[in-house]
């Protein structure tokens, strides 16, 4: 079983509609995170959490909340879609512990398109 | 100012030679990570190799390996004789920050296709 799963793994969806996106890890790791990649761009961090009560904006949080239900579950909430938030969100997990220090570890993606 | 700069957005090699992948970095941080990681079609993100900044040595794993030069502040991946499957995207990464205040910087990836 894979060690960070997405749900759902592709989602299509129509502007103005609440769209949540979750997140589940066996790793074991306190830290998790939201990303979103677009065409020609790296990663963009939306939220990330380092533990279940610590829950920070990245760098492009507007229109995207979260929520840390327990320590393996990391929810991405989009309160209502637009279409330029059509993209691929990757959920990741590390330990800032380790010889590999905060190593970040990414789930399969989901890719999201907003009609 | 670019954190992370990949200047090569495509590169194409033949099966079996090795390649080279460019990754620059900026930071003031005394201690950071540095990280690569492969994006096939299929999309998942997948991590291959770790360099820390107080590393003595290049970081290797199997056929990657780190051309790690600190004062060049460039962490180049090399790929030793590289296989079709090693077709995809690769991306820097720069871990900086004090503990607990950690951030991730991605460059925009190399596009590397092997040639048969």
């Known amino acids: 079983d894979a060690d960070v799963t997405q749900t759902p793994r592709n989602r299509i969806t129509k502007t103005g509609k609440r769209i949540m996106l979750e997140c589940s890890q066996t790793k074991g790791h306190d830290r998790m995170y939201w990303y979103r990649q677009d065409p020609g761009l790296g990663l963009r961090l939306i939220y990330y959490?380092?533990?279940?009560?610590?829950?920070n904006k990245g760098e492009i949080s507007d229109g995207y909340s979260v929520s840390r239900q327990a320590q393996a579950k990391f929810s991405l909430s989009l309160e209502s879609a637009i279409p330029n938030q059509t993209a691929l969100y990757f959920c990741?997990?590390?330990?800032?512990?380790?010889?590999?220090?905060?190593?970040?570890?990414f789930g399969p993606g989901t890719r999201l398109t907003v009609l | 100012a670019q954190k992370i700069t990949q200047t090569q957005p495509g590169m194409f090699v033949q099966e079996k030679e090795a390649v080279t992948l460019d990754c620059t970095y900026d930071?003031?941080?005394?201690?950071?990570?540095l990280f690569w990681y492969k994006q096939p079609s299929s999309g998942e993100m997948i991590f291959l190799i770790y360099q820390g900044s107080y590393d003595q040595q290049n970081a290797t794993e199997g056929r990657y390996s780190l051309n790690f030069q600190k004062a060049r502040k460039s962490a180049n991946l090399v790929i030793s004789a590289s296989q079709l499957g090693d077709s995809a995207m690769y991306f820097c990464?720069?871990?900086?920050?004090?503990?607990?205040?950690?951030?991730?910087?991605f460059g925009t990836g190399t596009r590397l296709t092997i040639i048969p």
């Open positions: 990464a720069m871990r900086e920050g004090a503990f607990g205040n950690e951030k991730l910087t």
């Open positions: 930071t003031s941080d005394p201690s950071y990570g």
């Open positions: 990741a997990t590390s330990d800032p512990g380790g010889y590999q220090r905060d190593t970040q570890y």
């Open positions: 959490s380092f533990d279940v009560k610590d829950i």
